[in-house]
């Protein structure tokens, strides 16, 4: 198994534009999530999943969007990037509805100019 | 005040020290107790998980949760450099619906030197 995988590692984006972090995992997990870890500020949930088609917001969502149309993907979408969206994104999944053991991706490293 | 409250070092010791890391909480409503190692540059993973107060043992690790006094701890036994990381402590409720947001501390980050 693969895990779960997000892809690019790095990138850096000019202030306005948009851009989608792709995130998948291979494990079956109906649970999925996005976080960024800023310094100072630690691990901020943005938007989570517990299945196909259903979503909700975290504790920052604004400024991103999210879907689910399978169970393997959960791509995260920066509709007008803006320099506060610098910050380290990890996505993560869990089996268990109660989401307590998670299982993260290697991080995607965003740069807004 | 944050919910969940952790020290974030840095914290350097010895090889072969005994280390002790900790969390407090102030919510009474929190059931399961999380440590999760973070490498550098490297994503979270999870390394211990308890359930309400107690001791659990994994190895060099153990994880003690008080819950009368709000406080949970992590500690290594034998250290290696190998243990060098952040160490971030999560917690959630029990019953539905908010199970599935965890609150996080802000991590410690421990060296390890040999």
């Known amino acids: 198994n693969a895990g779960v995988t997000q892809t690019p590692k790095f990138q850096v984006l000019k202030t306005g534009q948009s851009m989608t972090l792709q995130c998948a995992q291979d494990?079956?997990?109906?649970?999925m999530s996005w976080y960024r870890q800023d310094p100072g500020m630690g691990l901020r949930l943005i938007h989570y999943?517990?299945?196909?088609?259903?979503?909700d917001q975290g504790e920052v969502p604004n400024g991103y969007n999210v879907s689910r149309s399978t169970t393997e993907d959960f791509p995260l979408r920066l509709l007008s990037a803006a320099p506060s969206q610098t910050s380290v994104y990890f996505c993560?999944?869990?089996?268990?509805?109660?989401?307590?053991?998670?299982?993260f991706g290697p991080g995607t490293r965003l740069t807004v100019l | 005040q944050k919910e969940v409250e952790q020290d974030p070092g840095p914290l350097s010791v010895p090889e072969g020290a005994i280390v002790s890391l900790n969390c407090t909480y102030s919510?009474?409503?929190?059931?399961?107790f999380m440590w999760y190692r973070q490498y550098s540059r490297k994503g979270p993973e999870l390394l211990m998980y308890?359930?309400s107060s107690g001791n659990k043992e994994d190895g060099r690790f153990t994880a003690q949760v008080d819950k009368s006094s709000k406080y949970i701890s992590l500690f290594i036994r034998d250290s290696q450099p190998s243990d060098s990381a952040t160490y971030l402590c999560a917690m959630s409720r029990a019953g539905a619906g908010n199970n599935r947001k965890l609150i996080w501390g802000l991590g410690t980050s421990l060296a390890v030197n040999p």
């Open positions: 919510n009474s409503a929190f059931q399961y």
């Open positions: 999943s517990v299945g196909a088609g259903i979503t």
């Open positions: 993560a999944s869990s089996y268990s509805s109660l989401a307590n053991e998670q299982f």
């Open positions: 308890t359930y």
């Open positions: 494990m079956n997990h109906e649970y």
